[in-house]
């Protein structure tokens, strides 16, 4: 089935540590990706967005990911977390040119101060 | 603050009642998408509507249904509720049809009892 899948259900770092995290798509033809970040107790937040071009994008805080076409994966890496990065990271995405988002069950991180 | 606002924040009702959910996107989208945000299914895409119609569906099940009116706010409808029903109901818009940038709201958490 056409899906998106995050490896990692939980991910506990201290700060200053390096973060990645994974995100694999399991469609063809036109692909748009996203990660999206939810802090507790907030609404989901865009970080960044793949649609075409440079395969490495750069979102805010410092978030980037890097598309990889034969791998067909989207991770999303930090050099550097801090405390307030602690939230639950969605990779997501419309199948083709179908508007049915998919989202990953979505990656906790916990950085610890 | 996203600029998507929803109403109500918190809501408990008992099986089989039914309850309407209200959605006002951003102002200038014209897509209005919902989710239902649960533990066990994680983020699940429902439904689309663009500038008052229908665009695309997801996993949203015949007990519930949805509208988007002419001043584009849109609400969801669920009715004869099921304990499983009991989720983190969120609304997203977008400026056109397809969901290259969606910002979404604060969500509706919904309680059968």
């Known amino acids: 089935a056409q899906s998106v899948s995050q490896h990692n259900h939980h991910v506990i770092l201290s700060e200053a540590a390096s973060l990645e995290l994974g995100c694999n798509y399991s469609?063809?033809?036109?692909?748009?990706l996203f990660w999206y970040v939810q802090y507790p107790g907030q609404h989901l937040q865009l970080l960044l967005k793949?649609?075409?071009?440079?395969?490495l994008v750069k979102g805010i805080k410092g978030f980037e990911a890097e598309f990889i076409k034969s791998k067909f994966s989207f991770n999303l890496r930090k050099p550097s977390v801090q405390w307030s990065d602690t939230a639950e990271y969605f990779c997501a995405g419309p199948p083709g040119n179908n508007n049915d988002m998919r989202f990953g069950a979505g990656t906790r991180l916990t950085v610890k101060p | 603050d996203s600029g998507v606002t929803q109403t109500p924040k918190h809501l408990i009702t008992a099986t089989g009642q039914r309850v309407t959910l209200r959605c006002s996107p951003r102002s200038g989208d014209l897509s209005v998408y919902w989710y239902q945000q649960s533990l066990d299914q994680g983020l699940q895409f429902l439904i689309q509507y663009y500038n008052g119609e229908e665009r695309a569906k997801g996993n949203i099940l015949e007990r519930f249904s949805a509208q988007q009116f002419p001043d584009l706010h849109s609400e969801l409808n669920l009715s004869s509720l099921e304990l499983g029903d009991s989720a983190l109901y969120f609304c997203?818009?977008?400026?056109?049809?397809?969901?290259?940038?969606?910002?979404f709201g604060p969500g509706t958490r919904l309680t059968v009892t």
């Open positions: 469609y063809g033809g036109t692909v748009n």
């Open positions: 997203a818009s977008s400026v056109g049809q397809v969901p290259y940038e969606q910002y």
């Open positions: 793949y649609f075409s071009g440079d395969p």
